[in-house]
């Protein structure tokens, strides 16, 4: 009786070393692609190994040849883990700014028992009314004096590594991305704790809590976190904040007592955008002028600031992140606004259209960075999500209307959620993660450098203060010679994307865990001579 010979069954062993193979090799190409968007990078770079496991689960159930007790008993390792994980796992926010989902331990305390534990362990201090005396310079609301981001006339000690700036105070703070604005020596900005979205106010030189006021509403978005985003703006001793689902108060500045409070969104039925409002409202006149959100326009609305009524709205597209901005082009002031699809112009009395640029398809990806103006007809926009930036000249014609034409359009200074400073005819700003620097005359990039995330930056006289996405404070020289770092110091942990203040001689950071409030140093000996 002879044997007979068994067929030998064929794995094909080849395709998962190939489909590794690919992976790995798109991997490389990938990261060696400075140019294309950090945040198209980190999908692909996330989504092309998904696939490749997708791929050889594939392979191993249907071409590897296994007995199928030894498939089936694969394919149910592979349910089985994904069973456990969906019932002992829970997303949390975002990584960072590129968006990519973090993941923790559904036992481990959530942002809001981690705060809730930490405000029960500070001193229990009883609020108070009256405010610290302080000879601070004002910062009134979001990017500095004049929305430019930009503070000048400070001077300080740059040489942080021998007299660094001095811790004042530290204290929790509840869930937003909102910065500080600072008038008469209150800081005030806006925070989530539970249920409750806060108008709060400390004093600048303790950090005592001077009042809040509750709204009684909460904004949750799974990528950019809970909370409010806006920034409050401060004048003639009234506070005025806009909530992450539209809510426009108007504050005593001494008290919080509500002098007015309005729907934004529920004037003309519109939605919240996807990532909350953001925009922070500008007060000129006797106006305080706010973005709609999503649905058919009005995009602008601007109510009087006495009795809260709407005095005009404007536009027909849907808002944007970006905040509106006051400015003066060729002696003619007038409101821009960065919108969905659009930049437009409006008279800052009556909201009359002024000019338009349609800048790429609508609602493609979202517009965060403020429009910023420079000599005395030009506008600077950029985006992130491999848009870039562009200058627009305005001119008129003869019968007073407005022309506008590409100065120029190129990839560089591409934003995402941070915005930019101009200084002596160069734009700096972080692009696409790096701190960079553009030539305003012709688009070119004469540096980028240093990795900062999706972090934020302020203009102080010559310098650079980087807000780094891990909550570190970096000064960088604003010069087209070259990126030059200078000194550093670590203000805050976790991540970070509020943009820092400094109301001289402070320096105030937060973001949605920790708020802290530094001294700049004052120079000393002949480093004053010097400067």
Known sequence: MSDTAQPTRSHRYWIPVFLLFITATAEVYLNSQEDLDRNFRAWISFGIPVLCSALVLIWFLLLSGFRWTTRLLGLAIVVGVGFLARQTIRVESAIDGRGLLKLTWKWSPTKDELLATRLA???????????????????????????????????????????????????????????????????????????????????LQTGTLLWSHTNQTRFSEIQGGDGPRATPTLQDDQVYALGATGILDCLELKSGKTIWSKSVLGLANQSNPVWGKSSSPLVYDDLVVVTGGRGNGPTVFAFRRKSGDLAWSAGDEEASYASPALATLLGQRQVLSLNASKVISLDPTSGKLLWSYTWSPKDKWPRCSQPLTFGTDRVFISAGYGLGSVVLKLSQKDGGAWEVAEDWAVKTMKTQFNNVSILDGFVYGIDDGFMACVDLSNGKRKWKDGRYGSGQSLLVDDILFVQHENGSIILVDAKPGGWNEVGRIEALTGKTWNNPVVANPYLLVRNDQEAACFELPQPRGDRAAAK
Do not use: H
């Open 121 to 203: 362990q500070q001193p229990q201090v009883k609020p108070v009314e009256k405010v610290t005396q302080s000879e601070s310079a004002d910062f009134p609301q979001f990017l500095g004096p004049d929305r430019r981001n930009e503070v000048k006339k400070v001077t300080f000690d740059r040489n942080w590594a021998d007299n660094p700036p001095k811790l004042l105070w530290r204290q929790p703070i509840g869930l937003g991305w909102s910065s500080f604005a600072v008038l008469k020596g209150r800081a005030v900005t806006q925070e989530q704790r539970g249920g409750d979205e806060l108008t709060t106010t400390y004093d």
